[in-house]
């Protein structure tokens, strides 16, 4: 390889370096919400989820639905349902931008926090 | 005791009222007047006396059962000067006993009624360790889950973003690609390395079978041909980067190349490839992809000093 390249070879080295250490960039809110829930579902294929009750014993918050839900029965189908595949919160944030949700311990909303 | 709280717990209501109404108030999470402090109206709850007195027919029943439910940090009435800040916030609380340390996502998402906002700067450190969070999600816990794609989806992201221009449009499908594939082999997460570092780690592998798909498609010629040179004009680029001035610009320029260059020139210098792996990933000559990234440096520096010149223009 003549100087010539080599030295353009590094100069385009530099470029790449310098490029990526600017770059800083969020992901879209419904990009997360989609793979929230793909996520869930995939878990979801190779059995329950963790029961609601459990969740919240390892000291995370339940959204309103899944609180109500948690106290209905402790069967494990109840307790492992996934109320998000039923939930509007869901549909709003993987189709649109910061969806207008704003009730607690909702992940969709967390995902739409700048 | 705030006025409002003393309102809400008037002797006139009963204690279902009372229980019911905080019960929503705690469930909606919006408290929209800014003088309503859900935090004192927790401290009313605690330290007021019931009406029907502590032998009354709801004796340890609904209201007792709730305030068990939301007692902790939280109970703590906030200071009037950040009372419109937080009391607008959400009010999900906290359960007696549970763990204090979380992470950022649980600190931000447990924040209890009137809790101070003062208390959300030091949340950070008690973020769950790498670890920690995989062994959770492993355990399919969804909120960890939750966690877990609100920490690292923006890293993946902007990674795989930078990496496929001009096609920043697959971006979504490919970080979904790489949770889906993240997730089939986290057991398989040791923690030896940050776990940031392990999705990127699948992220670039995704990028590159993406690289190679797209160069395998092309042809590539291996015959010497004459490319224009600019020596004059390589003083600009070195300027620039001494200047550091060029992360904004080399996007958009690499946005506006012909896909093959943009990914010639992202995985020979982004990737840092050789040319003889690449030429060997897509089943080409190794003076054929050097001639592929010959022309795409071209190109690269034309449009820049286009851009040069009409910005100074």
Known sequence: ?114 | MHPNCTQILGVNRTTAQITSGLLVMHYLGHWRRTDTCPGQAHQALKHRRHPLGSGGPHAGGAATRYRGIVQGPSAQPCHTAERSRTCLGSMPARREGEKTAKSDYSNQMNQGPGTCQAKESSAGANQLSDQELVAEVLRKDRKATAEFVDRYADHVYGYVRRRLIPRADLADDLVQEVFLAAWESLDKFRGDAPLRSWLLGIARHKVEDHYRKRLREIQLEDEEENLESEPERVHDLEEALAKRQIGQRTQEILATLPETYSVVLLWRYWESRSLRDIAAQIGKTEKGVERLLARARQQFKKRWYERQSSARG
């Open chain 1, 1 to 114: 390889m003549s100087d010539n390249l080599q030295h353009e070879d590094r100069l385009f080295e530099l470029l790449a370096q310098q490029a990526d250490e600017a770059g800083s960039e969020r992901a879209p809110s419904r990009l997360k919400s989609k793979l929230y829930t793909s996520l869930v579902q995939k878990q979801q294929e190779s059995g329950p989820l963790l029961a609601l009750a459990e969740t919240r014993a390892n000291g995370h918050g339940l959204c309103v639905f899944e609180d109500l839900w948690s106290h209905v029965t402790s069967a494990e189908a109840v307790q492992s349902f996934n109320c998000c595949s039923v939930c509007h919160a869901r549909v709003l944030a993987e189709h649109w931008e910061s969806a207008p949700i704003y009730w607690g311990h909702c992940p969709y909303v967390a995902f739409g926090k700048k």
